[in-house]
C-alpha cells in the first residue's frame, strides 16, 4: 500500500493555483473583482502578448493597511468573509480568498497600494516560492498589482496557452461583462500600448453597452425595468428585428456578477415566443436584483453558475419584464419616402441595368419596353448633362491635307476568289457520334405545375409524377456547386461594408479563419471592440444577408476551438446554400421551375439536401388509381 504523506507547501501551492488560474482572462478577473469590492470608481487593466509576460490592474479604491499587505497574500486569506453564516448572503464578487495567493505561485507578482488616511504606501514583491521583498513606496491611494511571465515556473501548464490574440481577447470579454455588470464604474482597457475600451462610468447602463457593443447592437434595444415580488429586472432586451442566429449576446447578471442561468435564458426565450423566426434568438443586458439570501454563488470554481433556493420568481420576473417591454417598446419599423428628383426620369434611363438580383439559375434577363410614350424629360443644367453624360459631343473630323499635296498611289486590291459550292467542297470525315451520357428531359411541357407555392409537380414518365422541394434542391445543387469550388468561391463586393458585432468568443474565431472565410466568398476584416466588417460575400447570397451569416458561422467556429477542417467549412458552405436557395413560398416563374428540374435531371446523384431531407419523391400512377377504384 503506498505511503500517504502531505505535499510540501510550494507543490500544493501549484496544485490549488490550477483551480483558479487557468490562463490570463482568469487573473484580470480575481484582480479587477478585488477592485470593484474595494469600492473603486476608475479601473484600469493593461496587458501585453495576451498577459502572458505582463498584466497591470490598477484602482483608486481603499487600498490594503501596510500591516495586512503580506496577509492578503496568504491562502484563504479574506476581508469579506469571517464566518459560516457570511457563506449563506455573499454580496461581494470575491470572497474564497485564494486569488492573490494562486496568482503569486505561478507568476512574479508586484503590488502597490496605500489605504486611505495613510501617508506613505508600501511595496510588495513575490512569486514563485521566492522570498518576499516589503519596502515603502510613494503611489496614490487605492492598488497596483503588475504580473510579470505567468506560468513561468510551471512550463507544461504554459504550453496548453493558446495564441496571444484568443488569449487577449479572452481579456477582454471579461472586462466587456465586468464594464456592463457595473455602469457606474469607469474601466479602461489597455492591449499591447493600445485603448481597446474605456467605458465612461455614469451609471447608465445605455453608455456601458454602447461602450461594449457599439452603436448597431445599441440601436436595437429595447429597455426594460420591471419589479415582481421580492425581484427587479432591469437593463435592455433586443428588438424581434434585431434577434440573432445564436445566444452569444445574452448576458445576465445578478446583483452585479455575470452568470450563466438556464431559468433566467428560459424566461427570456419563452417571452419571445410568437414574435420571432425559428432558428431566431433574443439578445440582452438584463440585471436581476434579489436578496443574498435567495441565491448562492459558491457552487462553479468560476463563480459563473449560481443556484436560486426558488427558481420560480426568478422565471416569472424575467418573463413579464420581457414580455411588458416587448408590448411597449416594439414598434413597427417607420417607413421614409425620399422626395423624387426632378431628373429621375433621366437617371432611371442610367440605371436600367441595375436590376435585381437572380439568385436562381443563371437564366436571362428580359427588358421589356413599354408601350406607353416616355414622359418629357425637363431640361438639365449644362454640369448635369456632363455628369450624365447625354449631351451630344462633336465629332472630330481629320484635317484635310492642301490641294499643293501629291496624291497617293493607290494600292490595287487583290481579286476575291470564287465560293466554293457544296458540292464542290472535299467530304470529310465525320467522327463517331458519341451517345449522351445522360438524357435530358424536355420540361418545358411536363411540368404541371406548383403546389403550395413549394413543391414543382412534373410529369416524369407515363406512369410517374415527380414531386420536387425547390428549396430542398436549389439548396443542394448549390451547395454541389460551393463544394466544387474549393479554390475560390465567386463574390461580390458590398456597397458598403457591414459592421457585425460579435461575442469575443466569436470575434476571435472569425479572426483565426480569415482565410478560410475568403474561400467561401466572405471578406472580413478586424474593426476592434469585437467587430468585425463584411466587404463581400458569396455571389449567390443577397447583400443583405452578408451579417446574419457571418454571424451565424462565427457561432458556429467558436465552438471549435482547434482548426477548422473540411467538415466546418462543408457546414459553412452549406449554410451560404441554405440562405441563396429558393425559399418554400417565394413566388417562382415557370422558367426557373424548369431550368431547376432540368438542373436536377443532370445531377441524378443529388436525391437529399445538405439536412438530409428527400429532394423529390415519385408516385407511381397505379397509386393514384387505386385511390380512385381503378386499379
Known sequence: MPKIRVLEKQVAELIAAGEVVERPSAVIKELVENSVDAGAS?????????????????????GIAAEDVPTAFMRHATSKVSGQDDLNAIG????????????????????????????????????????????????????????????????????FLKKDVTEGNSVAGILDKLAMSHPEISIRFIRDGREQLHSPGDSRLSSAVYAVCGREFTSTLIPVDYLLG????????????????????????????????????????????????????????????????AVDVNVHPAKLEVRFVNERPIFDAVYHAVRSALNTGDRPKAMELKKP?????????????????????????????????????????????????????????????????????????????????????????????????????DFSSRILGEAFGTYIIVEYSEDQLMFIDKHAAHERLLYERLKA????????????????????????????????????????SDFGSGTVLVRSAPLLLDGRDAASAVMEIAGYLAGFKTEITTEHMDWV??????????????????????????????????????????????LGRREIEKQFGRA
Request: glycine fraction near 6%; aromatic fraction near 6%.
Open 42 to 62: 476608475v479601473i484600469t487593466v493593461e496587458i501585453r502578448r495576451g498577459g502572458i509576460t505582463y498584466m497591470r490592474v490598477t484602482d483608486n479604491g481603499c
Open 92 to 159: 461581494t464578487l470575491g470572497f474564497r480568498g485564494e486569488a492573490l495567493a494562486s496568482i503569486s505561485a505561478v507568476a512574479h507578482v508586484e503590488t502597490f497600494t496605500r489605504a486611505e488616511g495613510e501617508n506613505m504606501g508600501v511595496r510588495y514583491a513575490c512569486g514563485g516560492g521566492e522570498e518576499p521583498v516589503f519596502t515603502e513606496a510613494g503611489c496614490p491611494q487605492g492598488t497596483t498589482i503588475v504580473v510579470r511571465d505567468l506560468f513561468f515556473n510551471t512550463p507544461a501548464r504554459m504550453k
Open 230 to 293: 421580492h425581484v427587479k429586472v432591469s437593463g435592455f432586451v433586443s428588438a424581434p428585428a434585431g434577434c440573432r442566429p445564436n445566444r452569444s449576446m445574452q448576458n445576465f447578471f445578478i446583483n452585479g456578477r455575470f452568470i450563466r442561468s438556464r431559468t433566467a435564458m428560459a424566461a427570456l426565450e419563452e417571452a419571445y415566443k410568437g414574435s420571432i423566426m425559428a432558428g431566431k434568438f433574443p439578445a440582452c443586458v438584463l440585471h436581476m436584483e434579489v436578496a443574498c439570501e
Open 341 to 441: 428628383s426632378p431628373y429621375a426620369p433621366v437617371l432611371e434611363k442610367k440605371e436600367q441595368l441595375t436590376l435585381e438580383g437572380h439568385r436562381s439559375l443563371n437564366q436571362p434577363l428580359f427588358l421589356h419596353d413599354s408601350a406607353a410614350e416616355p414622359p418629357k424629360e425637363p431640361e438639365l443644367p449644362k454640369a448635369v448633362k456632363q455628369a450624365l453624360d447625354i449631351s451630344p459631343k462633336p465629332v472630330f473630323k481629320p484635317k484635310q491635307p492642301a490641294d499643293t499635296a501629291q496624291p497617293r498611289e493607290s494600292v490595287p486590291m487583290p481579286e476575291p476568289k470564287p465560293v466554293q459550292t457544296a458540292a464542290q467542297l472535299p467530304e470529310l470525315e465525320k467522327p463517331p457520334e458519341e451517345k449522351p451520357r445522360h438524357i435530358v428531359r
Open 485 to 524: 469550388s474549393r479554390g475560390g468561391c465567386e463574390a461580390q463586393t458590398l456597397l458598403e461594408p457591414v459592421a457585425v458585432n460579435l461575442d469575443m468568443d466569436e470575434y476571435t474565431a472569425v479572426l483565426a479563419h480569415e482565410q478560410e472565410l475568403s474561400r467561401a466568398g466572405f471578406e472580413v
Open 573 to 618: 458552405y452549406h449554410n451560404v446554400a441554405c440562405r441563396a436557395a429558393m425559399k418554400a413560398g417565394d413566388h417562382t416563374s415557370r422558367h426557373e421551375l424548369i431550368s431547376l428540374a432540368a438542373e436536377l435531371e443532370q445531377n441524378p446523384q443529388v436525391r437529399y439536401c445538405p439536412h438530409g431531407r428527400p429532394v423529390y419523391i415519385l
